[in-house]
């Protein structure tokens, strides 16, 4: 496929999509730009092979338990390259009505439009829009969540010698 074109969009269908961060953008790693991502997976062969074609990195995952998937992650940086605040990307529904970006749970399916642009000869693509047309509502059940057990006693204040900003040698720690 021999793209004359620097730039423009794509849409990609027959998506299921897993950790979905499309409210706050994360850093993956320290130092790195935050990003809203996604994970798009499907089962199907001949998706993969049209996915490939676009030029998508598309994975191969073999999971213990389940039948074998073919997945790509996307992202949005904050930032763009000249340093510009970027949007969240936009979340709709299948009648083009927005949704609610932090529901979107693993197993929800739809559509993406990826802006993709080519530098130094590799093609790179941005997540623009998403489009869920079967949607999971993704819950977090607060009472399965390990909590603390409330305590009679007030928080004791330690006090703590000061060394004078030193590190104590290993001969002078008390354990």
Known sequence: MS?????????????EFHYATLVTPEAFKPGEMPAWSIQVRTYDKDERTVWKNLGLNVKIEEPEEGPIFYKFNVYKKL??????????PEVLGSKLEPIDASRVGNGSKGNLILFWYINDGKKYFQLRKVQITEWVDYKYEREEAMMFEALDDDTVVVEVEDTGGEALGDDEIPF
């Open 79 to 88: 930032r763009n390259s000249k340093d510009v605040e970027q949007p969240a």
């Open 3 to 15: 793209d004359t074109k620097k730039m423009g969009e794509i849409m990609v269908t027959g998506c």
